[in-house]
């Protein structure tokens, strides 16, 4: 190659290259943007929240953290806000087992934390933390569902109780629910759970179908 080849090359290589880093510059920043909504007063009055309790000496956020106690990242998605907030005042009264101490934190404290954290479960995070696989709650996968069982897995009941130990601990195991309550009851309670148990942190499923209610009772009273 002559010398003149050699400094063309050098040249236009470098400036074919330099436009390629401009473009794929311009392409990242404009994603950055769209990876998380705006961040608000009641944002950053959450974040103080967060730091005043030190909950990160427990939980971590993006995987950053202690990990004592569970990931916040998608929390929001994953628990109903009105739950979020009786368990952040005072956790052992949502859930007896809890051993998250109570911090003190009062109810507009909750509220600024739950919009924070609900900041952080938007925030685009191409996918992380991986979904559990929650398995069939009731015994062997690959066996026919009963439709009462169909309903608990779509409203995701498992995501705070356990059935033979498959589920979260956020409810009481309802392995033997069926012994303890009777269909009215069961019924009644998951219309408006307050009524049947007073500061019951269970969100209400009112807005299903009585079909669905009645099957969902009849699922629990099998469990013996
Ligand atoms: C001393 C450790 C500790 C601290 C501090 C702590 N947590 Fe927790 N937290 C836990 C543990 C452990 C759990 C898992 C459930 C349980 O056993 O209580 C939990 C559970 C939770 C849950 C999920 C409840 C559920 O049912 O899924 C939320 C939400 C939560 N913590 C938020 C916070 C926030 C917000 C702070 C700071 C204000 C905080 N935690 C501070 C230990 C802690
Ligand atoms: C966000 C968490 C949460 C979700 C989701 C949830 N529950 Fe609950 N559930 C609770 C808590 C907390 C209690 C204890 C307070 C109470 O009895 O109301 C409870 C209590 C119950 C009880 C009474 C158990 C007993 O021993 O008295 C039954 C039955 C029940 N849940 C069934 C369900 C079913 C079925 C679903 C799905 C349609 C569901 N729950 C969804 C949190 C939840």
Redesign the pocket.
């Known amino acids: 190659m002559s010398n003149k080849a050699a400094r063309n090359l050098f040249i236009f290589g470098s400036i074919f290259f330099f436009v390629i880093f401009l473009a794929l510059t311009y392409d990242t920043m404009s994603q950055v943007e769209k990876r998380a909504p705006e961040i608000t007063e009641g944002v950053n009055a959450g974040k103080m929240?967060?730091h005043k309790?030190?909950?990160i000496?427990?939980?971590t956020i993006f995987g950053n953290g202690s990990y004592?106690?569970?990931d916040?990242t998608k929390?929001v998605e994953k628990?109903p806000k009105g739950y979020?907030k009786q368990?952040?005042m005072d956790?052992k009264a949502v859930?007896p087992n809890?051993?998250?101490?109570t911090?003190g934190?009062s109810a507009s404290e909750a509220d600024e934390?739950i919009t924070f954290l609900d900041w952080i479960s938007k925030v685009d995070t191409n996918g992380w933390p991986p979904k559990p696989i929650l398995a069939v709650a009731s015994g062997v996968a690959g066996k026919e569902l009963t439709p009462g069982e169909k309903v608990y897995r779509a409203q995701n009941c498992s995501g705070c109780h356990s059935i033979s130990g498959i589920g979260g601990t956020?409810g009481p195991a309802l392995n033997h629910v069926g012994s303890k309550r009777e269909k009215t009851w069961l019924i009644g309670h998951f219309k408006d759970p307050k009524a049947f148990v007073p500061n019951s942190a269970m969100p209400p499923f009112g807005h299903l179908s009585e079909k669905d209610l009645n099957d969902l009772a009849d699922y629990m009273v099998s469990l013996k």
Do not use: Q, R, T
Request: net charge neutral; glycine share 4%; with cysteine.
């Open positions: 929240v967060w309790y030190d909950c000496g427990c939980h004592f106690a569970p916040m929390i628990k979020l368990f952040l956790p859930n809890a051993s998250m101490p911090l934190i934390m956020s």
